[in-house]
């Protein structure tokens, strides 16, 4: 595994040279932030960033995300265009040393929780997911947290109902569009597709979604049958859902070569219905089976790129909710304990 660290670009409170010192950090996660989404990123952009992981010994080989945008997941009119910049920007980063792409074609919303700054009981904090108050929301009055700077209320109304006239069926006939236009240009770089889980992997504000579970991921690969169609297996967004077995996805994937990245994080099922709270990345403190996941990637000859994902907020930091330094440090010491572990132990016998 090539062990990577997410990083926000310049405006990221975490510097570079604070990221190399992690043990048995490879390169950095990023993307370029200041150009719309369905827009063209330049040579000069990549070369800047590529620079700056250099002078800290990092590698680039990973970009997440190139955003899609909604015209793209909503079949309409201009998506032909957005895919055409799309198709250009793979070129771009390809040219640029990367070597894998974490997108997501969720409508609208991306990750959604309802608290970013849930109280753990040592005094942490940590994104959370509660049934009882995501019912609460009024999704004609939208008020969630990271996401109300996003969307202007008019422009997320207008988002809302245009979706309803597209249904699970569609939004996949969509996907696939895409993928026919785009994996060709990684099949020409050398670049792989790695798709992210639907976060949480249910649909929300009746939105569809389409990327949760074994049977969506069956039915993606079977329609654009490149390897370099794969998937980020994130393990804390698919592992919201009781009803995915990760260690059976991390090995069934894997065999497949579809696994290119893979976010490690535990999360814990806090009730009955769905709710869920991101803890420290030990299998003891969530619901998922760490170790169980990283032996399956490995024994199935995973040899992708990992990031820790989401830390809680310790030692007092004020970092941004889920990318703070500590916990994903940890995380970061953790996997590679795992992955170490698991490695030698597979050699032995
Ligand atoms: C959340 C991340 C996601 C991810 C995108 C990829 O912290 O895991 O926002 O970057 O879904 O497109």
Redesign the pocket.
Known sequence: MKLTF?WYGEKDSIPLRYVSQIPNISGVVTAVYDVPVGGVWTDEQLEKLQRQCAEHKLNMEVI??I?VHEDIKMGKGKRDEYIDNYCKNIEVVARHGVRCI???F?PVF??LRTDMYHKNEDGSTSLSYSYDDFVKVDPNNLHLPGWDESYSPAELQGLLKAYRKISHEQLFENLVYFLKRVIPVCDKMGVSMAI?PD?PPWDVFGLPRIVSCEKDLDAMFAAVPSENNGL?L?TG?FGASKKNDLVKMAAKYTKQGRVHFA?LRNVLWTDDHDSFCETGHCSKHGSLDMSAIVCALVENGFDGYVRP??GRNIFGEDGKP??GLYDRALGAAYINGLFEAAEKCIKKS
Request: net charge negative.
């Open positions: 997410r997440e995300s955003p974490c997108y997501n969720m991306d990750w992210h976060d980020t994130c967004s976010h994902d989401h889920g990318y």
